[in-house]
């Protein structure tokens, strides 16, 4: 939906834009919200999930019979509980075999088995009495290992698709990528400077701090209840619904809150054994996951290689780049090597430019999205070229941005020509800044980094009911993962002209409202907005009717002005204006209830760019870094709720910096992961970062009524190659892997000293 028109760009807002209380804060703050594993059903059993120890073993057999033998115990469920009934839905194969291993464990953790008991410890005993016979097979986790022809294969069939020609012999390659347009060896004949680099990222997880959780019931008439933690309960209604070969309407799913997703819970781990649990025990079934199931078997990113080839002339113009990207999306098809591939490149203008994508599997837990998925792996990569190409230029890094920065009419790498961005404008913004300007001491350095995200928009559905007090209650199907309640409360009082607390927002079941996409890519406050919007516009076109038949005058002789019916004009009579809660005061005795409706499948989300500027400080002793400062800059479109807004720029760089200085997982050569919980695997806290520095700009989406763009994505992007160029300028070396650990950072600034003095 674009624009009404053009004063919408510069439209004086009443409650968009300001900063009121969340309305879920209060239930938040003092325990009273309700997460996943906050609910409870009379006569609840308790399920755990056995879990392969092996990287890669063969399930020969299975015997239950003794653990079914254990008093309290109510079902075993293996394999043969979730018979294939995909139709051949290779996507939907791969959830049904990731959720419950078939012929083969296919990475650590990898479930195999489930009880359902009146206890946890007689779960846990039943468990150990489950035999299984594996046969253990050779693993690999690495994704370069796992590309050679001589790789422990995960699928003797699997073919790469989109070679040509085809290959004949099976890989680990699922696929094969390419985006791009021009000539590009044509473009590094003319240029003066080339630089080549390779670069690794190790996987890292979402960390939320809530692990998954569901309770199911399903009773003997084949009706069925879940509720769980999601970011999308309508995705896990139909995915379950499919699994279990259950109807859609016979499953209602109920959204908790929830305590973090950042993508990782955008898909189903536990549910549909949960449900097969209690529909085989007659009996509620409670699964919630420890840490350290979710780690080694929920989706953290992929892991990542990267070549990247850019060449410019001596006058700063880039005339050509090319990225290979290789991603592992662990043993499933899937990893988001071609978001990567596209996006590399996209926050520039380049004639010449091309980036292919593998992906490829291993023995390594199926991916999950991590907000922007694939693109801060490829971003690290394109952004420390750059910076190295504007030292070699002994250009300022900022000036050899704004050179070849992307902007309105720019050919995007992945196809689109961009309408109205604001790359530039950030890039503006972040020379002006104090940030910028400020001195740096000795072991300190600066680094910055541009990024970028599409964002989504998709299938949203909003009911709007208006009571006889003039309140307005908001029915939508969005899980609310970053304070989207207030921001749809916000939009409807915009638009129905009254005050944000006489709004509130409720996250319906499945049962109530029409399909809604999950909760990811920036989408909701895009695309459920939108429908909130024009929600809104349908309950207003109520409002003006009831007024007309109170008045006696035509339906189109009314107008809606600031939260008030008006007459359209003198010829409409003389009526004073009507509050919508004065229509409302009257609508039992002029027809009856109040609502607007609105379904929507949206597109025109509007892209979104960023800058990050990063300060750091390097110990040459001991390699720990220290951010000192950091700063975003990003183009929100239209801040619908400002303190939100800067809450998702800070939160992308935070997770972003982890990423970039010590998150990672740690395989041994046994192919187990070995840092399996947050004392292991650290992620940052309060005391290892600096406050956080935000710019909002807001260059209006013109497929928006708002010029709304979705926030959430983008600010992960920059973090990795802003940190990355900042720890190098302090260094002196190019760091090109990531976490940038002390160790590595002691052995680059080793094998420095080593070759300066083999050079004297």
Known sequence: MPLDHAESQTRKYKVVGTRPNRPDGVDKVTGRARFGADAVAPGQLVGLILRSPYAHAKIKNIDASKALKVAGVKAVVT????????????????????????????????????????????????????????????????????????????????????????????????????????????????????????FKTEATHQGYIEPHACLANVGPDGQGELWVCTQGHFMVRDTCARLLGMDFSKLRVTASEIGGGFGGKTTV??????????????????????????????????????????????????????????????????????????TAFAQYDLENVRAVGFDVVCNRPKQAAYRAPGAPMANFAIESVIEELAHKLKMEPIDFRIKNAAREGTKSSYGPTYGPIGLLATLQKAREHPHFKAPLGKNQGRGMACGFWFNFGGQSCVTMNIGVDGTVGVTVGSPDIGGSRASMCLMTAEELGIPYDKVRAVVADTSTLGYNDVTDGSRTTFA????????????????????????????????????????????????????????????????????????????????????????????????????????????????????YVEGQFQGGAVQGIGWALNEEYIYGKDGRLQNAGFLDYRIPVCSDLPMIDTVILEIPNPGHPYGVRGVGETSIVPPLAAVANSVSAAVGVRMCETPISPPKLLAALEKQAGMKKAAE
């Open 79 to 198: 394999s043969a509980d979730l018979p294939d009934k995909t139709d051949g839905d290779a996507l939907l194969y791969d959830v049904l075999v990731n959720v419950m291993a078939r012929e083969k464990a296919l990475y650590e953790g990898h479930a195999v088995a489930a009880v359902a008991a009146t206890s946890a410890s007689i779960a846990r005993k039943a468990m150990k009495l489950i035999k299984i016979d594996y046969e253990v097979l050779p693993h690999v986790t690495d994704v370069d290992e796992a590309m050679k022809p001589n790789a422990p294969l995960l699928y003797p069939k699997m073919i790469t698709d989109g070679m040509d020609p085809k290959p004949k012999k099976p890989s680990n390659i699922v696929r094969r990528y390419e985006f791009g347009h021009g000539d590009v060896e044509a473009g590094f004949k003319k240029a003066d400077i080339i630089v080549e680099q390779s």
């Open 528 to 643: 459920t907005g939108m429908a909130c919007i024009l929600a809104a516009r349908d309950a207003i076109k109520k409002l003006c009717a009831r007024a007309a038949q109170i008045w006696g005058i035509p339906e189109d002789a009314v107008t809606w002005e600031n939260g008030h019916a008006k007459p359209a004009g003198a010829n409409a009579g003389n009526h004073p204006p009507m509050s919508l809660r004065e229509i409302a005061a009257q609508a039992p005795s002029t027809g009856g209830p109040i609502a607007g409706h609105h379904e929507y499948s949206a597109d025109g989300a509007g892209v979104s760019f960023a800058t990050h500027i990063c300060d750091s400080e390097v110990d040459p002793e001991t390699g720990f870094t220290k951010i000192l400062r950091y700063t975003v800059l990003q183009d929100a479109g239209k801040a619908v709720h400002p303190s």
């Open 269 to 342: 781990f536990i549910e549909p054994i949960a449900l097969a649990l209690s529909r085989k025990a007659n009996r509620p079934v409670k699964v919630v996951m420890s840490r350290d199931e979710v780690f080694k078997a929920t989706g953290p990113t992929s892991s990542s290689s990267i070549d990247v080839k850019i060449g410019v002339t001596k006058d700063g113009r880039i005339v050509a780049g090319d990225a290979t990207l290789r991603y592992q999306g662990g043993a499933f098809a899937g990893s988001p090597v071609e978001f990567g591939a596209m």
